[in-house]
């Protein structure tokens, strides 16, 4: 069993950053991923970021450079580095780890006022 605690989110001014940071416990010795989605109201689960055991990282078109993922293994805790915050990154964002199968968090909440 994987329990991942988020933490980070919050009401921001457009341009303004952000970071998330998602700890996780339990069985995460073979973990082979993890990383971040988003998700709207009304529609599915989308890829913000993520990251391979080995470091390889791979970013949704919307980032842009602007978002980035790592992780500080002796936490167990991956961030989401959100930087040039807009309206429309405005979402819940959800961490994951992906063991032999995705454990997710419980979401938190980003609002990126104009």
């Known amino acids: 069993q994987v329990q991942l605690v988020e933490s980070g989110g919050g009401l921001v001014q457009t341009g303004d950053s952000l970071r998330l940071a998602c700890t996780a416990s339990?069985?995460?010795?073979?973990?082979?991923?993890m990383g971040w989605y988003r998700q709207d109201p009304g529609k599915q689960r989308r890829l913000v970021a993520t990251?391979?055991?080995?470091?390889?990282?791979n970013y949704g078109d919307f980032v842009k450079g602007r978002f980035t993922i790592s992780r500080d293994n002796a936490k167990n805790t991956v961030y989401l580095q959100m930087n040039s915050l807009k309206p429309e990154d405005s979402s819940v964002y959800y961490c994951?780890?992906?063991?032999?199968?995705?454990?997710w968090g419980q979401g938190t909440q980003v609002t990126v006022s104009s």
């Open positions: 339990g069985n995460i010795a073979s973990v082979n991923a």
């Open positions: 994951f780890y992906m063991v032999t199968t995705y454990t």
């Open positions: 990251m391979t055991t080995g470091g390889s990282t």
